[in-house]
């Protein structure tokens, strides 16, 4: 079955506690994203890659970091987690180069919060 | 700044009751408009993609349709399962790369 899966999918944490969220998708599609969504503000784009070891920020890359070292996974580091990275957090992939620009796959999310 | 605005934000329909979700948007170099759709707890999933002004799109009992500034989300007769957040994003071609800009989304609810 083609998914995207995210580990975990739920985390509480405390401020400071590097963490590390997840990405893996199944589909061999080069373009991978990070996403997080919060009340009133909708979908923000964090990070994203174009291919293996290409990645570049987004709307709101501030107190995050990525990685791309395989072509099936993207995992997002927070390494001095606050309370304003408190988020619900999704992973997307989807094929690089297509017509359908934006048809992306979405993770199930990660519910994040940090006290 | 690109932006997308989705109206209204939530909605209630009686089922077989039809009506349209509208988004907005202002943006430079327009790529392409995307209607996703959101259960609780879920991530979204797509629904359509629109390209140019005059275009539409159907499944099933959806209808998703472009213009210049605006695009509308048709639902013919909806059923409770229709039930779910409608997402609208676009996107653009912003600083030598494709940026996608969300709508907040409108919560639709269907009641048998």
């Known amino acids: 079955e083609a998914q995207v899966t995210q580990n975990p999918r739920y985390l509480i944490t405390v401020t400071g506690k590097k963490l590390t969220v997840t990405c893996s998708q199944n589909m061999n599609h080069e373009y991978m994203s990070w996403y997080r969504q919060d009340p009133g503000l909708g979908l923000r784009q964090i990070y994203y890659?174009?291919?293996?070891?290409?990645?570049d920020k987004g709307d709101v890359p501030e107190g995050y970091k990525v990685s791309r070292k395989e072509k099936r996974n993207f995992p997002l580091i927070l390494e001095s987690p606050s309370p304003n990275q408190t988020s619900l957090y999704f992973c997307?992939?989807?094929?690089?180069?297509?017509?359908?620009?934006?048809?992306?796959?979405f993770g199930p999310g990660t519910r994040l919060t940090v006290l | 700044e690109d932006q997308v605005t989705q109206s209204p934000e939530a909605l209630r329909l009686q089922e077989g009751e039809s009506s349209s979700l509208n988004c907005s948007y202002t943006v430079s170099g327009l790529r392409g408009l995307f209607w996703y759709r959101q259960d609780p707890g879920k991530g979204p999933e797509f629904l359509f993609t629109l390209y140019s002004a005059g275009e539409e799109k159907e499944k099933e009992r959806l209808k998703a349709t472009l213009t210049k500034k605006e695009s509308f989300l048709h639902i013919t007769a909806p059923k409770p399962e229709d039930s779910a957040t409608y997402l609208c994003a676009v996107q653009a071609l912003s600083g030598g790369y494709q940026k996608v800009t969300f709508g907040i989304g409108t919560k639709l609810q269907v009641i048998p």
């Open positions: 997307a992939s989807r094929e690089r180069g297509t017509l359908n620009y934006n048809e992306q796959f």
């Open positions: 890659s174009m291919n293996v070891e290409v990645t």
